[in-house]
């Protein structure tokens, strides 16, 4: 089972970006999809960004354009570049890998793996 590490949270203000990184413990390309979740307090936990084996992302809506992941499976990393960070955007963000694709994609929450999550506070 793999050992997924976040970082690169903190406290941002309004506009501005952030970087978030997660390394995995095992190779992620036996992971076909990896993917970021946030979970504000008092909320459920939401998809944000996905990532399959072959570089194809799908992004929430209310990320769209101004979040980017990106995965260097040479490096066992997974990241979001986030830019424009609204106050909205805070929450506890999460890392998630799966081993296998839904109808060819990597939406959905099930079958994910996940880590421990790093927060990030904009204001």
């Known amino acids: 089972h793999v050992q997924l590490v976040e970082s690169g949270g903190g406290s941002v203000q309004v506009g501005g970006s952030a970087r978030l990184s997660c390394v995995g413990s095992?190779?992620?390309?036996?992971?076909?999809?990896m993917a970021w979740f946030r979970q504000a307090p008092g909320k459920e936990r939401e998809g944000v960004a996905t990532i399959d084996m072959f570089g194809n992302t799908n992004y929430a809506s209310s990320v769209e354009g101004r979040f980017t992941v990106s995965r260097d499976n040479a490096k066992n990393t997974l990241y979001l570049e986030m830019n424009n960070l609204k106050p909205e955007d805070t929450a506890m963000y999460y890392c998630a890998a799966r081993s296998y694709t839904v109808l060819g994609g990597c939406e959905g929450s099930q079958g994910y793996a996940y880590g421990q999550g790093t927060q990030v506070t904009v204001s």
């Open positions: 095992e190779y992620t390309l036996d992971y076909n999809c």
